[in-house]
């Protein structure tokens, strides 16, 4: 570890300290702690959005991939921006309007019944363990990568500063690290691809046959295949990627920090542009990873490829931007597990003790203490899970918790909005099909049974051919949910009107 | 939990939802909503799948289009243009439904939708 790292990699913790002393003050009821008392602007919110949403998976995944694979890894790119036209066209105003702090309060303004907010609250737990597991786990390896220390050490590290945030800071700190690192972020973004650029005379299509030569898969690199062999299993993952985003809790939370639906529509706009731009430019940390750092390089650092853009910053910046680098990847990963541990601990303070326990009658103050004790339970918890589970595979977990949201909350969303006949059956077998069919299907796939020791979790045959279920386990949410609802004789239409008129308008009447 | 429902439903008394949800205004609302965001919701899917099928089962998008730069890279750049698009086209758009939502609340709700109690 040398000086410039260690004054980097402080500083940005000084920074985001700062931040939550502040944020701590101003967090003074219920509505501050989990929603920053609805009162960030768009942009604010389009940049904590982009800052929740750009995970390490993201920054240094993604870029590896792209060294790793060529066009493949560009995939995850593209599905993870355009699931912000679905979040942007059917789920934000709707969810924004009809919402107080999660996701099981937007459905009980259609169906007050207990069952279904805790089928919420359960398919939000499980979503949230599977992907802070990931990115606790990502973040312990990483650091110890690149600072050389224990991954016990940097599992605790990393868990201790997330729960400081959350616990005293509330939703406003973890907004404002979340949009200090989007910027931070997409600075050290834009700084690589210059440089990257820079050494291809600012000509792209220079870049692309540079690139052809420079990896041993040839011309095979810029062609789609080079991972991805199966169709059925390409377009599986390709529907977990663009249907999970409007499902994931930490993402809809970010909903209710805003006003109004107008303002929750212009901070979508803006993540779209930041985290459209930010996908864009991962191509020319991976083309330039591919190019000046190498395959057997990035390889030897960590084979998932994670190392990728770290590596490329030391060849064409030096040591400054490497330590810059690792300094921001730091940043990006205790901003997303600050968002996640924030929509568990809501899913337990507000949902399962406020409005089942104590029916809805709990004081401000009481929820407060229990807000923070489930965000200090949440963050207890997984950080003793992702210290068992260093061995798991990150790419799996991200894209389960995706498969899980586009299956367990994207159907129930939808038809508590667009459709009138839906009932509380429905809306009970629709999350519960949505989660057990992934799970289950995720469980005897070929991500947890391998024929050759070592590849996946067990040794044996998968019964299910595909890594992520998303192509079945959707349509079985949607399908549950339809099921469920023929199934049932109840049936509100005055509730729906009040529904479809709040949703559509914004009216609110208390 | 029907007892706790209907105390719920006393108090919101006030709005006739339902009322509201016939206005003409409301259905025409509903309409020009559904006309503008159906179509681009299933556009930008077809879109979006059109591409992972294509370079499943075919391979002419590997033809190249500029230099080195295949058919496959445009139309994945396409993607991004697609959603930036798509996005400004629909705030534009969204601007006109909240003029409208605001005229409903103003003359549906606030005026006459209230119930005299």
């Known amino acids: 570890m040398d000086a410039t790292v260690v004054i980097l990699f402080l500083s940005i913790v000084l920074l985001t300290l700062v931040i939550t002393y502040f944020a701590a003050k101003r967090t003074q009821t219920t509505g501050d702690f989990y929603t920053a008392g609805g009162g960030l602007t768009g942009w604010q919110n389009g940049l904590a959005i982009a800052g929740d949403y750009l995970s390490a998976a993201s920054f240094l995944g993604i870029a590896g991939a792209i060294a790793l694979h060529g066009f493949d890894g560009f995939f995850y790119s593209i599905g993870f921006l355009i699931a912000y036209l679905v979040v942007l066209l059917l789920v934000a105003e709707p969810l924004r309007n009809l919402g107080k702090y999660t996701l099981a309060d937007m459905i009980n303004a259609r169906f007050d019944a207990k069952k279904i907010r805790g089928v919420a609250a359960l398919s939000t737990i499980t979503i949230v363990l599977f992907y802070m597991i990931a990115q606790l786990v990502g973040a312990g390896a990483l650091i110890q990568l690149l600072f050389g220390i224990d991954y016990w050490i940097a599992v605790l590290i990393v868990g201790i500063m997330m729960t400081i945030y959350v616990l005293f800071g509330g939703m406003i700190a973890t907004s404002w690290v979340q949009i200090t690192k989007a910027v931070l972020l997409m600075a050290g973004m834009v700084i690589i691809s210059f440089l990257v650029l820079l050494k291809f005379n600012f000509n792209i299509s220079t870049m692309f046959t540079e690139v052809k030569s420079a990896t041993g898969h040839g011309a095979d690199f810029l062609k789609p295949g080079l991972k991805y062999t199966d169709p059925l299993g390409t377009i599986s993952l390709m529907i977990a990627l663009v249907l999970g985003t409007s499902g994931l809790p930490h993402i809809l939370m970010r909903f209710f920090t805003v006003k109004d639906a107008k303002t929750a529509r212009s901070s979508v706009i803006t993540a779209t542009w930041t985290i459209g731009v930010f996908y864009i430019l991962t191509l020319f940390l991976g083309f330039g990873a591919a190019a000046f750092v190498g395959e057997r390089n990035i390889l030897a650092a960590n084979p998932g490829g994670n190392m990728a853009a770290p590596l490329l910053a030391e060849v064409i910046g030096g040591d400054i931007l490497f330590a810059f680098i690792s300094a921001v990847a730091f940043a990006t990963i205790l901003a997303v597990v600050a968002g996640l541990v924030l929509s568990g601990a809501s899913a337990f303070a507000h949902d399962l003790y406020g409005q089942i326990l104590k029916r809805g009658e709990a004081t401000d103050k009481q929820q407060m203490l229990a807000a923070r004790y489930a965000a200090l339970s949440v963050s207890v918890f997984s950080i003793l899970l992702a210290l068992f589970a260093q061995t798991l595979n990150v790419a799996f977990l991200v894209s389960l918790a995706f498969c899980i949201a586009a299956s367990a909350n994207l159907p129930v969303i939808l038809y508590t909005v667009y459709w009138k006949r839906f009932n509380t059956t429905g809306a009970i077998t629709a999350m519960l099909c949505g989660l057990a069919s992934a799970l289950i299907l995720v469980s005897i796939s070929p991500s947890v049974f391998s024929p050759n020791e070592g590849e996946a979790l067990f040794v044996g045959n998968p019964l299910f051919p595909l890594d992520n279920p998303a192509l079945i386990s959707v349509p079985l949410g949607f399908l549950g949910g339809y099921i469920g609802t023929i199934l049932s004789k109840e049936h509100d239409a005055t509730r729906y009107a009040e529904v479809k008129v709040k949703a559509n308008t914004g009216y609110r009447d208390s | ?117």
């Open chain 2, 1 to 117: 939990m029907e007892s706790h429902y209907d105390k719920q439903r006393t108090f919101r008394q006030g709005v006739d939802y339902v009322k509201v949800e016939n206005s003409s205004s409301f259905q025409r609302l509903m309409y020009e909503r559904k006309k503008f965001i159906l179509p681009l919701t299933i556009f930008f899917l077809v879109f979006y799948f059109i591409l992972p099928i294509l370079t499943s089962y075919t391979t002419f998008l590997n033809t190249p289009a500029f230099g080195d730069i295949s058919w496959v890279w445009i139309f994945a750049f396409s993607q991004f243009i697609m959603t930036w698009v798509l996005s400004t086209i629909y705030v534009k758009k969204a601007a006109s439904f909240d003029e409208q939502a605001e005229q409903i609340i103003r003359e549906q709700i606030d005026d006459k939708g209230r119930d005299a109690i």
